[in-house]
């Protein structure tokens, strides 16, 4: 049924149907159907994509955000030469101040803030990626010709941003709304699921809180040279990579993975100390109990 819909040229109505089922199995704490539909869903964009022409337009983005909660969306969807390259989603960080502005505002402040993370978005995207000759945005920004004249300085081509489309125009603001509402629902789906195996793992360790930090270690080497330590970082959201770091270690035997895990741990627990960051909830060691003994005797000894 799903295939005759598409053939049959109903595939927006299909990716809203799709994006109920992904969000029903997702409240049913079924997070592995609805990863495999949010799969289907990225998969039928791209064959959207690759047939849809852009007419006489040769070089354009149309550029959305949008709020849930704590959570910006930013979605682009670049035209270059009539044809629809696709799009991209990104999910930047928000300052806290600007959090608890969320929280405790009402809907039309909220969406001044929404035009102004959408145009903190485009002045820091456009700084590694060329902006194009048109942007298309679906609301007025502020200072937007200070903006659009910055983008042309940096661009050394005269760049013009519209905030009124119409025709053709807004019906590329309406796709990319509709990719948006996807990539953000299917997001929000992720960190469901992310938040399901933090109370799974609470419940399992018999933690009275749910852990919000958890660092994990790993050593690595070639034949018992280059050795270097690797920890990765999950916070309630989940991977928090900005946060990942190798430490290379130098100074210990080849091949002494006990030496080499003392060192790791130490470096690490005493910058977090120097530098007043909360210590991990939980400290995941790779290796057996001749690594686990290092790390909590380096611990002991650092008063940890």
């Given at each position: ?15 809203q ?24 869903i ?14 006489n ?36 960080s ?15 402040h909220?969406e ?32 937007a ?5 910055a ?9 013009s ?47 009275a809180?749910?852990p ?19 920890c ?7 991977a928090?990579?900005q ?5 290379n ?28 960051i ?12 001749g690594q ?13």
């Open positions: 049924l799903d295939a005759q819909k598409l053939l049959s040229g109903e595939a927006e109505d299909l990716v149907q799709m994006g109920n089922r992904m969000q029903s199995a997702a409240e049913a704490l079924d997070f592995e159907q609805a990863a495999r539909i949010r799969d289907q990225s998969a039928l964009r791209r064959v959207q994509e690759q047939r849809l022409s852009a007419g337009a040769s070089d354009v983005d149309v550029v959305l955000a949008q709020l849930a909660g704590n959570i910006a969306c930013a979605v682009v969807l670049s035209i270059r030469d009539g044809r629809n390259l696709g799009h991209r989603s990104y999910f930047p928000l300052p806290k101040q600007r959090l608890t502005s969320i929280e405790t505002s009402n809907t039309e909220n001044a803030l929404l035009s102004e993370i959408l145009a903190a978005f485009i002045s820091q995207h456009y700084v590694a990626v060329p902006a194009p000759a048109k942007l298309i945005v679906p609301q007025p920004l502020e200072d010709d200070w903006l659009a004249h983008l042309s300085t940096h661009r050394k081509r005269n760049v941003i519209i905030s009124k489309p119409r025709s053709e125009q807004a019906r590329w603001v309406k796709m990319a709304q509709a990719t948006l509402e996807q990539a953000l629902g299917a997001h929000l789906a992720g960190r469901e699921q992310t938040s399901s195996r933090l109370h799974a793992l609470m419940q399992a360790l018999n933690l809180k749910l919000t930090r958890m660092e994990c270690f790993d050593i690595s080497h070639t034949q018992g040279e280059r050795t270097v330590a690797s990765v970082v999950f916070d309630a959201q989940g928090a990579k946060l990942y770091r190798r430490f270690i130098e100074g210990i035997t080849g091949g002494d993975d006990y030496a080499a895990m003392r060192q790791a741990i130490t470096r690490r627990f005493k910058r977090l100390k120097q530098e007043d909360s210590y991990p909830d939980i400290l995941f060691i790779d290796g057996g109990k686990l003994s290092s790390v909590v005797e380096v611990l002991t000894e650092l008063g940890v």
